[in-house]
């Protein structure tokens, strides 16, 4: 298993910049997710570590050795394709064994090893079965089966899971955490699904426009955002932004003022604060109820308010308040985050409360 490192790595393509200048590392047998919208660059990085592009500039590093110019196949990464990419003309054994035809691996071995990740993944009755015959979700684990079929220095996974239905996800998110655990494999997993970066990695690697916003934990991505970008991309609903001004006497949204805790050197700010936090009871901020959407076992409600829009959850199935209905809005210090208007960064030490 390997200790993957990026040092500086630029991928240009012509004028632009597909990913700019990224640097990280990722410990032996770590899972991680890059997070991020469309076109920020992950799938690049992804392809640069699998050798398919080569980085304009930086280096990238297995186990310490520069393997920029270490083709493809010689680099030992198994790759899990957003399409599975499998062959149609081939069995499902047939097609986890593909990658061992050029390592000279006698026909038994090959077969017993390919057997052993075949019930490792759960198809063994699949084997004699063409792609046709199969489910999406026993596709995606023929897929996986292929790739982990010569023991990979190096997972990666391309959005693998974008093809099922949610259901399906949702069991194949465990499946993957439960053999990437069992194998110990170094794994990176390429997701715009923030749920799937959440749910299945150690750690998220947050991109957006090329560069890397922010790096660290589910939770602390989620509780600790560094950047606005961060805090509105990761949560759902997402996190309510409110503009306002930060002044000696508390923090200024509209005409309310709502108390402060620590700094407050004023300047513009924008008040963080994740929906499940926001309490509708008889305190706090007036507002006025304009929906209310039954979600299942929560209801998400916009109340219009003095602060602006402002989304809140109750735990649920049935909505308590109808639009038009006159509600009371408060939040808790501990939970609200408030960003530098100008940098979009995170300040330091300062919370609100209503």
């Known amino acids: 298993m390997a200790r993957v490192e990026l040092q500086n790595v630029t991928k240009d393509w012509g004028t632009a910049k597909a990913v700019d200048d990224i640097s990280l590392s990722l410990e032996q047998g770590e899972f991680a997710a890059v997070l ?11 392809f640069m570590l699998a050798g398919i592009y080569m980085p304009t500039r930086g280096d990238i590093l297995f186990d310490g050795a520069r393997v920029n110019d270490v083709e493809a196949r010689d680099r030992n990464v198994g790759i899990v394709f957003q399409s599975y990419a499998l ?6 054994l047939q097609n986890i064994l593909f990658p061992l035809r050029f390592k000279k691996v006698p026909k038994a071995e090959a077969e017993k ?6 019930e490792l993944v759960e198809i063994s009755s699949l084997l004699d079965r063409k792609p046709s015959q199969l489910s999406g979700g026993q596709q995606q684990r023929v897929a996986l089966a292929r790739a982990l079929i010569k023991k990979p220095n190096l997972l990666l996974l391309d959005e693998p ?3 099922l239905d949610a259901t399906l996800r949702l069991s194949m998110r465990m499946e993957i955490r439960r053999i990437q655990r ?4 170094t ?6 699904d923030q749920i799937e970066a959440m749910t299945m990695a150690d750690r998220i690697i947050c991109m957006n426009a090329g560069r890397i916003e922010q790096e660290g934990t589910p939770e602390a991505l989620y509780t600790r955002p560094e950047t606005v970008f961060a805090a509105s991309f990761i949560g759902s609903p997402p996190i309510n932004l409110l503009p306002g001004e930060l002044t000696a006497d508390g923090l200024r949204i509209g005409e309310t003022l709502l108390a402060t805790r620590g700094e407050t050197n004023a300047r513009s700010v924008k008040l963080g604060i994740r929906p499940e936090h926001v309490v509708a009871n008889g305190h706090g901020i007036p507002a006025e109820i304009i929906s209310a959407e039954a979600l299942g076992r929560e209801t998400l409600y916009t109340a219009r308010s003095a602060l602006g829009d402002t989304r809140f959850l109750e735990a649920t199935s049935a909505p308590k308040y109808k639009a038009g209905e006159q509600v009371r809005l408060s939040f808790d210090a501990a ?4 960003f530098d208007a100008e940098r979009d960064r995170r300040l330091e030490g300062v919370s609100a409360h209503a």
Do not use: D, F, Q
């Not at 062959?87 to 499902?92: A, F, I, L, R």
């Open 36 to 46: 991020g919208p469309s076109g920020c660059g992950k799938s690049t990085t992804l």
């Open 87 to 92: 062959y149609p003309n081939m069995t499902v």
């Open 113 to 118: 090893s390919a057997r052993e990740i075949a």
């Open 161 to 163: 899971l974008s093809n």
């Open 182 to 185: 069992e194998l110990g494999v």
């Open 187 to 192: 794994t990176i997993l390429v997701t715009h």
């Open 335 to 338: 939970h609200s985050i408030l």
